[in-house]
Each structure stands twice: as C-alpha cells, then as structure tokens.
C-alpha cells in the first residue's frame, strides 16, 4: 500500500508529508475500530513493508500516536491502542490542557511584566534569539530554540519564579511545539507572533505585551483543536521524503 496513491473527492486536498499521511491513516484505523483497545500494531518492519516509508518516517507518527494518548510503546513487546478517540495529548509529564491553563495564568502577566521591567541585555539576547529563528531550518533545532524564547522572556519579567515555573515545563514546551510544527505547519506563525512579542518589549508596552503573548497562546489552543479534532482529509505530498 503506497500512501501517495491515497485520493480524496471533494474540495482540493492539502498536500501534507509522509509522516502525516502514515499518522492519519494509523489513526484512522484506530478511530474506525480496524485495531480495538488492548490491540497490538503490526511490527515496525510489517508497516514499513505495508505502507512503504521508511522506519524514521513509521516512528514520527508512533510517537505522535503515543502523545495523542491513542498507544503506549512497551519496551521489548510493540505498540498497544489504548484509546480510539483523541481526548487531550500528553506532553511528557503534564496534558495539553493542563499545559495550556498554566501557560494563560502564567505566560500572558509575564509579557506585561517583561515589557515594564526588562534590561538592555535581555532585548539583545531575545532579538538574536529570534534571529536565529526565523532563519533556522532545521525543525529540532528550532523546537530548542522555541522553549528557551518563552523562558528569555520569562527571564525579562526580572522574577525568578517565573523563570523556575517555565524551567519546570520546557520539556513539555518542547514537546508541544515538536506536535504543532508536525502536524500544524506552526513555525512560520509562530515566528511572526514571537516577533510581536519582541517588538512589545522593545515598545515597553505593557498591554501589546499582553496582547502579542495572549494572540499567541489562542494560536497554539487553535492549531492543538484542529488536530485532535481534523475536519479534512489530506493526502501526501507527491515525491515527499520518508526520512
């Protein structure tokens, strides 16, 4: 089974990669009861022969299976469903909307904080940091870079508190990011509303502050939405890489 021969009717399909196309047809499987809970998947080698990817490309979409909180990875013995609906994704140790909620009560007061309150010094560091961003083209490095943005500005709003709480949840950060630039296409949208967090800063303006990290946040909870709960079927890229 080629999943670049996969079609769809109706309104013009999104070309997506081949990771996204593997994940959307596991899930589909999963959610359609082809594999009920207790259920354990074919072999990575049995997928890789049956869907015709490679194996980097089969364990992007395991894993995200596994956040999405569909399967558990049991060392030694495969991947087992778990669940067929997606009800909240899991990053490391805490779950999206859990995530979500400290980042609102958290993040949003900060960037008001930081605009009030941040150094010459912390302007440079988030305005290089951004820089390196936007030119960046390597997925896992930006994802690194990501997390240390949101904790630069932590570090901006001169409270060491806030700075340990979004120490505490940067693996997490990380991991969230990872799923929206998957299977959300966020880094370009997420360069630009960092940029007008930047720009807040430099202004020392309060309420753009507020405002930039607030538009942000509603993006990411947007972007999670649409991929727990997908409203079109896409198809993947023709000549997508598989590693």
């Not at 820089?131 to 709003?157: G, I, K, P, Q, Y």
């Not at 990011?177 to 967090?197: F, K, M, T, V």
């Not at 309060?206 to 607030?214: F, G, I, N, W």
Request: hydrophobic share 40%; aromatic share 4%; glycine share 6%.
């Amino acid at each position: 089974m080629n999943l670049s021969d996969s079609q769809t009717g109706g309104r013009k399909p999104q070309r997506v990669s081949a990771m996204e196309a593997v994940l959307a047809h596991l899930r589909g499987a999963i959610e359609r009861g082809d594999y009920a809970i207790g259920d354990k998947l074919p072999s990575e080698a049995e997928l890789c022969r049956t869907l015709e990817v490679s194996r980097p490309v089969l364990r992007e979409a395991l894993r995200a299976l596994q956040t999405m909180g569909l399967t558990v990875s049991r060392t030694g013995r495969g991947t087992f469903v778990v669940a067929t609906t997606v009800e909240d994704p899991t990053f490391g140790d805490y779950s999206a909307s859990d995530l979500l909620e400290v980042r609102r009560h958290v993040e949003i007061p900060v960037a008001g904080y930081a605009a009030l309150r941040r150094t010459p010094e912390n302007l440079d560091h988030l305005s290089h940091l951004l820089d390196r961003m936007e030119r960046e083209t390597d997925t896992t490095a930006w994802v690194a870079m990501d997390s240390l943005f949101h904790l630069a500005v932590a570090e901006a709003a001169q409270n060491p508190v806030f700075r340990r709480v979004i120490e505490e949840i940067r693996d997490a950060l990380a991991r969230q990011s990872a799923l929206l630039n998957d299977l959300g296409g966020r880094r370009e949208r997420s360069n630009q509303e960092h940029r007008a967090i930047v720009e807040a800063l430099i202004d020392g303006s309060e309420q753009d502050a507020v405002a930039a990290m607030s538009h942000h946040l509603d993006r990411v909870d947007t972007t999670l939405t649409d991929i727990v709960r997908p409203t079109r079927t896409d198809i993947p890229t023709e000549g997508s890489p598989e590693a």
